[in-house]
């Protein structure tokens, strides 16, 4: 399971890696709402961020897309790469779906495999997925039918569809009303749920299954580990943590990324020319920012009116933080597209550049954290320079 998980994020991290040179045909679109009109046909990738993102049209290629609320009533001929509050995935798709959120809901035929993690996830009644299927959230319902394999797990996790081979998932325990009750695992088989291989579940309880419930294979409870019980099983578990945090903070920033851009697009642009024109300065001003505010934050804590002020300050602090990093990363990937002339119409690949070569960068050991503190002072003091020429 590990050696699995091992690889799989390193896919999903080459996948990022190669992103901007697989692309030939593509458009974006960055605004409040996205609309894909149901004749539309994109021939092509389509890359969108918005508040409300929906495709009735086809698109010929992938989606790759960052919003508020998804929902895809057309046909995507590629791979479906999702992020956002509610994601719901009413059409057919050509590859893959992956997709990172709140709700997240696919009732459509997926030709291959469907990878998804939120609170909420459901493969409704009409759902199909030629491969396997990987999940991960607090509620799982599987309704439809899976070519493969169903791997994850959740607090809760619902069968009551068909999984062609084998399906391998821990969940959490479930107690009853009184405390001395014995727990019952998460996993439910209801009388529609069909295994073509073997059930596999890790959890304390036993499982609920079905009397109606058809298992081919056998059905095998693990008990889950507290504790790693060897060295070489210890540095397994961080390696592949350290990897899927690796991973979760590269698409994390690009979220980020792309909202900035899509909000601040030529605000980014002047605070970059800065930032490059003016590094010193940046610097300078960006090490005050780092010090001075939380300082200046506690001393009108110790005044009653200056409270609420202190807490505003701090919060915004904490948000510039956040971004400072990932606008260095954004000026550093503008800094690589004019040096080696990489031409390009849109702000978007610049930024999943800097992003993602800016991250692996910070990963270095020993340097690697130097290097990043300094690229969050430079954006600390870029965002000085960006809300004096545009906050006035």
């Known amino acids: 399971m590990i050696k ?5 994020a390193g896919v999903i991290l080459a996948g990022w890696l190669l992103l901007p040179l697989s692309a030939h045909a593509f458009m974006i679109r960055a605004e409040q709402a ?6 539309q046909v994109i021939d092509g990738n389509f890359y969108a961020a918005g508040n409300s993102i929906i495709v009735d049209g086809n698109i010929k290629g992938d989606l790759i897309c960052v919003g508020q609320s998804i929902v895809v009533n057309g046909t995507v001929d590629g791979d479906i790469i999702c992020a956002g509050q509610s994601i719901a995935v009413l059409g057919p798709v050509g590859g893959n779906v992956r997709t990172a959120g709140n709700t997240i809901n696919i009732n459509n035929t997926v030709a291959r495999n469907i990878m998804a993690f939120g609170s909420s996830i459901i ?3 009409n759902g199909k997925t030629g491969w396997d299927m990987l999940v991960g959230g607090t509620a ?12 994850g797990g959740g607090a809760q996790v619902m069968l009551n569809g068909q ?25 439910e088989l209801g009388d529609q749920a069909m295994v073509g291989g073997n059930l596999i579940y890790t959890a304390k309880g036993l499982a609920k299954i079905s009397p109606q419930a058809q298992i081919k ?6 008990q889950p580990k507290n504790y790693p019980t060897s060295k070489q099983e210890a540095w397994s578990q961080m390696g592949m943590a350290w990897i899927w945090g690796k991973v979760i903070m590269i698409f994390a920033a690009l979220l980020i990324g792309l909202i900035l851009i899509s909000l601040f697009k030529d605000s980014l642009k002047d605070v970059a020319k800065t930032m490059q024109k003016k590094y010193w300065s940046s610097l300078g001003y960006g090490v005050i920012v780092l010090l001075l505010t939380p300082l200046v934050a506690l001393l009108l804590m110790f005044t009653l009116i200056g409270i609420p002020l202190a807490v505003l300050l701090l919060l915004s602090w904490i948000i510039c933080l956040l971004v400072g990093k990932i606008i260095a990363a954004i000026v550093f990937g503008n800094w690589l597209f004019e040096k080696f002339k990489w031409q390009t119409k849109n702000s978007i690949w610049p930024m999943i550049v800097g992003v993602v070569i800016a991250s692996l960068v910070f990963s270095i050991p020993i340097i690697g954290w130097i290097i990043a503190l300094v690229a969050l002072i430079w954006g600390l003091g870029g965002l000085w320079f960006g809300c004096k020429q545009h906050c006035k």
Do not use: M, P, W, Y
């Open 4 to 8: 699995t998980s091992l690889k799989l």
């Open 34 to 39: 996205v609309n894909v009109a149901k004749n």
């Open 123 to 125: 493969l409704g009644a």
């Open 140 to 151: 799982i319902t599987v309704n439809g039918a899976i070519g493969g394999n169903l791997h």
């Open 163 to 187: 999984v062609a081979k084998d399906v391998q998932v821990a969940v959490e325990c479930l107690r009853g009303k009184k405390a001395d009750q014995e727990c019952q695992a998460g996993l």
């Open 217 to 222: 294979g056998e059905v095998k409870q693990q």
